[in-house]
């Protein structure tokens, strides 16, 4: 996963997501809260760039202080196609699984993709 923080990307990832709401909208508040200043440490992660599949918004990992606080440690999600969801949940370190995380996203197949995911590595879903 790439993580964006020039501020032409951050714009150009803005204008694209505000063509896809409402089903963006958990990401694109992010990015434009980081395209402006970043005041909350948050960081926006793509898995390629400028054509990419997945979105993904976290709080910077230096920044979480209790794995147990799924607050802390909330992720907003955008993705064009399932198997792209399914790679990040799976496969990269984008997604921290030692803590607890909330997971938020506005599109059909997430919750289905995250039980899948969860259940595969023995994990509790609440």
């Known amino acids: 996963m790439l993580i964006l923080r020039c501020p032409a990307q951050l714009q150009l990832l803005e204008e694209t997501l505000r063509k896809s709401l409402p089903t963006t909208l958990p990401v694109l508040g992010t990015v434009m809260t980081v395209a ?16 990419f599949s997945i979105v993904l ?3 910077r ?6 794995p147990r606080d799924y607050y802390t440690n909330q992720l907003s999600v ?10 990040l949940l799976e496969g990269t370190e984008a997604v921290v699984h030692g803590r607890a995380f909330q997971i938020l996203g506005m599109q059909d197949g997430l919750d289905e993709a995250v ?5 595969a590595r023995g994990l509790k879903v609440e």
């Open 115 to 119: 039980q899948e995911v969860a259940s």
């Open 57 to 59: 918004t976290r709080l």
């Open 61 to 66: 990992p230096e920044d979480h202080r209790d």
């Open 78 to 87: 955008f993705y064009r196609d399932k198997g792209a969801l399914q790679a």
């Open 36 to 51: 402006r200043g970043n005041p909350a440490s948050h960081e926006v992660l793509v898995d390629s760039w400028p054509h």
